[in-house]
């Protein structure tokens, strides 16, 4: 057997002005609706045109072939491949101070009719000995310096070399985060339908239908009749 409706009950505001409203409102609402309807907004002009110039300077050749060729020639400072006489251009100083003192001591033995005496090739030796010895001892401790403070500048220069890629990736981030939106946009448009006629359904009032089973009726309506016999 089934059920039968035995009557329903209403519950609205006692003002008409609000039951007025709430009834403006769903109709609003449902007229706002479009099946496929988004609240996605593209990014502006200035976003994307912001996003563009921000990878072609982080694309920038000039930038990374500058920032590698730092890195190798710190780098092979650093690894102690330019010390002493192996920096460069101190050879080819280091050379010239040596043609000269040869120079001037021969110059000085030769004038006096000692040349390739061995007056001469102490004379020479000597000359060198001061010359080179001393240059070639302070070329070594400044190449230590310019070593330690190599050393200290390779780990600045691999942080610039990550910047490119850090912008690549905030900018991706952005972008990932816009098609998100851009995905998320029907359901968010249907979401905020639904939350302005949840947030207001309590004004709307509620009806109450109220069921009987079939069976109890008639259970009651028999002991009524037997009540009269």
Known sequence: MGNVNTGSTQSKSSSAAVNKAVDTLAGGVS????????????????TTGGWAASLAAANNPDYAG???????SYGNRAAGNEIGVNAPGYAALRNKLQSDV????????????????????????EGLTSSLGGLDYQQYQDSLSRQAEAANILPTLFQGAQLPAGIQQSIGAAQDADAAA????PTDYLAKLTGILSGNAASAGTTTNSQTPLWKLLLGGAATVAGAQ
């Open 31 to 46: 007229a706002a609706y479009t099946p496929g309807k988004s609240l996605y907004q593209n990014p502006s002009a200035n």
């Open 182 to 185: 851009k995905a998320a946009g």
């Open 66 to 72: 500058g920032l590698a060729g730092a890195i190798g």
């Open 102 to 125: 040869t120079s001037g001591v021969n110059s000085s033995f030769n004038n006096s009719g000692l040349f390739g005496s061995d007056s001469n090739v102490r004379g020479l030796t």
